[in-house]
């Protein structure tokens, strides 16, 4: 009886956090500023250990655990503190985000990845236990399409990094679920990868606002042609470069 | 039968005297908040009392509309208290009236009186604001219907007091993605309704950014108190609907006696209390939006609740 009634309360508490991880992927959508977004991912990541460590209490695995703790650590608490090592506070400044969709049909379409993630998934649905039919998979697998289209759609560096992880979280929420037994050693490549990503983003993206004054990545338009020369504020030749004349050529 | 006519009545009385007093304490909680002192928690009180003993003056362009609509606005949230649980957690002789759905259209009703009674003066922000508040229902009324599906979806009935027996029957349905997508929904529904901060300002006072307030600015006397009396009444009955039917179905009365159907009263008070506070976090911590950005605010709600809906749908 008592073994019921805890399988049945980890069961609901894992669906309310699978309910409130779709509700964070959904803000990361409808979100304008670039602190916000951070704080939207800093809330998914912690959903997503909330998930692993209560699926690792139902199935009595020690990997979950341990997924859970490198992702507490890794998502958390490291990525941030890279974005604030590399980044200027100017980038955090901007209240706007420049998007290519506005964002009611931003999230309308949202709308329509999540009810194709539904559909998708069902065929997996009978891989996995009927009490965790409802959460992990399907919303999962709607965080990953939200966070490529996020990647798709936003026009700033931050935001577009912050949609390619939270792609992995969409992904690790599904796969805590459906792959219990993975080695170890998977996650904690992927989360090594994950930072180190974060990290050559970030210096990347520190470069381009050092170069144009804005992380605009929709403005990267052209090439500038000739020879990689050193980033100065005047090329050798002493003309304008062509990216500098006019940053929104196409 | 007699007990039924009285817990009636207590549910009314509820609503009617003690919805000034949630405006005062949301007030001046606010106050506290921004470290100010703020007013009495019972200046609404106050408020009203010197308005009914005023004049009132009406514009002799001004038609019928104009004098009715005091009345519905006061009248129709008495209305919504029949039909929806505020005390008791068994359903009173009218509850079977109308269901939430009906409960929608009586607010809406009262909502489409002040527009009409602001249109009808020659004030020119009567109108701006009308057509405003206009533009945030439109916006809101889809969201409304969708939650409305939602709920009758999940729990086979959109009686308020079926739909609140259903969360209440177990862990696994009050905790489901579903509950907990609608819950968020109607919180922002309830902001947009209300008039609160990041949809409008309630406290501000340039009747150009004015939305909700601006309908009643042309009332006076006891026109005015009844307007304000109504939209304290609208606020408290969103909350009950919110805290009673949706997020807390516990700590109602569910014996027949009157005594056990007062003795819910500190308990709703205390969920309302906890509801006041969450407002207040929200309104000093959030800025107002502007107002083509109120479409946004309600595309999230609305996204929100179909995706509540979608999670019940594909439910294996």
Not at chain 1, 14 to 25: E, I, Q, R, W, Y
Not at chain 1, 114 to 121: E, H, I, K, R, S
Request: glycine share 6%; proline share 5%; aromatic share 10%.
């Amino acid at each position: 009886m008592s073994a019921t009634t805890v399988t049945s309360t980890l069961a609901s508490l894992n669906s309310l956090v699978g309910g409130l991880f779709l509700l964070t992927a959904f803000a990361m959508v409808a979100t304008r500023q670039t602190r916000g977004c951070l704080q939207l991912f800093i809330a998914q990541s912690l959903l997503l250990a909330a998930s692993a460590f209560l699926l690792g209490a139902e199935y009595h695995t020690p990997h979950l655990y341990g997924v859970g703790i490198v992702d507490l650590i890794s998502k958390p608490i490291l990525v941030p503190w890279i974005l604030n090592r590399t980044l200027t506070r100017e980038v955090y400044a901007k209240r706007e985000i420049d998007q290519v969709l506005n964002i009611p049909t931003s999230l309308l379409i949202a709308l329509a990845f999540a009810v194709f993630a539904y559909f998708l998934t069902r065929p997996l649905l009978d891989a996995v236990a009927p009490q965790f039919r409802g959460a992990n998979v399907p919303i999962g697998f709607a965080a990953l399409l939200l966070g490529a289209y996020t990647l798709a759609v936003r026009r700033e560096a931050v935001p577009m990094l912050l949609g390619i992880l939270a792609m992995e979280n969409g992904a690790f929420f599904v796969g805590i679920l459906l792959a219990r037994d993975l080695p170890f050693i998977i996650e904690l490549a992927v989360a090594s990868d994950g930072l180190i990503m974060v990290f050559v983003v970030g210096i990347l993206v520190r470069k381009i606002q050092h170069r144009l004054g804005s992380t605009r990545i929709g403005e990267l338009a052209t090439l500038r042609e000739g020879s990689a020369s050193p980033p100065s504020p005047l090329p050798h030749d002493g003309s304008i470069a062509p990216e500098r004349q006019n940053p929104k050529a196409v | 039968m007699l007990l039924r006519i009285l817990a009636n009545a207590l549910q009314v009385l509820v609503v009617l005297l003690l919805s000034p007093l949630v405006a005062g304490v949301l007030d001046r909680l606010k106050e506290i908040i921004q470290s100010k002192r703020g007013p009495s928690v019972l200046q609404p009180y106050r408020d009203l009392w010197k308005l009914f003993h005023k004049d009132e003056v009406l514009s002799d362009r001004s038609s019928w509309l104009f004098r009715a609509t005091p009345y519905v606005v006061f009248v129709t949230p008495i209305f919504v208290t029949l039909l929806i649980p505020v005390l008791t957690n068994y359903p009173l002789f009218l509850a079977f009236m109308a269901d939430m759905v009906g409960v929608g259209f009586v607010l809406a009703l009262g909502g489409f009186f002040a527009t009409l009674g602001a249109v009808d003066t020659g004030n020119p922000y009567g109108p701006m604001g009308a057509s405003r508040t206009r533009m945030v229902a439109f916006l809101a009324e889809p969201v409304f219907v969708i939650v409305f599906f939602t709920v009758s979806f999940v729990a086979g009935s959109t009686i308020p007091y079926i739909v609140q027996a259903h969360w209440a029957l177990s862990a696994a349905i009050f905790l489901s993605p579903t509950h907990v997508l609608l819950m968020a929904a109607f919180f922002l529904l309830i902001l947009a309704e209300g008039g609160r901060i990041p949809v409008d300002s309630p406290t501000g006072h340039v009747e150009l950014a004015m939305i909700d307030e601006s309908k009643s600015l042309e009332y006076s006397g006891t026109g005015a108190a009844l307007m304000k009396w109504g939209g304290y009444m609208k606020l408290l009955v969103l909350m009950c609907v919110f805290l009673n039917v949706l997020v807390t179905p516990w700590g109602l009365a569910s014996g027949q006696t009157l005594s056990a159907v007062a003795l819910a009263i500190p308990f709703v008070a205390l969920k309302v209390l906890i509801l006041i506070l969450a407002l207040v976090v929200v309104e000093s911590s959030l800025a107002k939006l502007r107002l083509f950005r109120i479409s946004e605010f309600l595309g999230a709600a609305f996204v929100t609740c179909v995706a509540a809906m979608i999670t019940q749908l594909f439910k294996v």
